[in-house]
């Protein structure tokens, strides 16, 4: 029997996801950033339910999201739905991962362009490695092993330390102007605002529809 590449995706993202939340176990809520997360939710809890292989804690509460970079090539009803600018505690981060690492690839793109395959191939995951253990190195790890694991948490506890004094700061150079724009409104304007906006973040689904962009075509 032959299956789908995208069967073949569908199947490894089921079996990382489920080992990585088996991490923590009894929590009651995960946030899942994934490229086609609008294609991979559907039917997820199900396939589980299925499968042998697969185990997922019934309690838990999953919430998809598409990653900022990859859900400008979505369709327009994936921006409300699976924005993680509309999921409350989710903060402003991007949601990509391996899309970070294009900047530096690009440098040496023009030296792989005369290699055979095998030889691109190894270049790239030499510069890819070399990349990520430069990440390691600069949240202040000098060697990774089993035994230094809560060191390794440590040096990330002060990264996020780090970016949450940078968040703060930004709140305050926004605030003034934030307030500014909020005095210039119809205050009935802002309480139906924040009354719909509740219900979105609780309902989900649907009810996100009400951050949908509206624009109209211009004539042709």
């Known amino acids: ?6 069967i073949y995706s569908q199947i490894n993202m089921d079996y990382a996801i489920c080992q990585a939340l088996k991490r923590f176990p009894r929590h009651l809520a995960a946030l899942i950033i994934y490229d086609i997360c609008c294609q991979w939710c559907i039917h997820f809890r199900e396939r589980v339910s299925e499968s042998e292989f697969l185990e997922l804690w019934e309690l838990l509460e999953i919430t998809p999201a ?12 994936c921006f409300y739905r699976f924005s993680l600018n509309f999921i409350e505690g989710a903060g402003q981060v991007e949601g990509e991962i391996m899309e970070t ?19 691109r191939q190894e270049v790239l995951d030499d510069y890819m490695n070399d990349n990520n253990w430069r990440k390691i190195i600069r949240i202040g790890m000098n060697h990774i092993s ?6 390794l948490i440590m040096s990330l506890a002060g990264t996020i ?3 949450w004094t940078r968040a703060q700061i930004g709140v305050q150079e926004t605030g003034d102007s934030y307030r500014e724009l909020t005095d210039r409104l119809d205050t009935n304007w802002i309480e139906e605002w924040t009354r719909q906006e509740t219900i979105a973040m609780r309902d989900r689904g649907d009810a996100l529809k009400i951050f949908e962009v509206a624009a ?3 004539k042709t």
């Open 1 to 6: 029997m032959h299956h789908s590449p995208l």
């Open 161 to 163: 330390s780090t970016k």
């Open 146 to 151: 089993t035994h230094c694991i809560p060191q």
């Open 101 to 119: 690492l294009w900047s530096v690839l690009d440098q040496v793109a023009g030296l792989t362009q005369g290699m055979s395959i095998a030889h």
């Open 216 to 218: 109209k075509k211009g």
């Open 66 to 77: 598409v990653g900022k970079w990859h859900l400008a090539a979505h369709i327009s009803e």
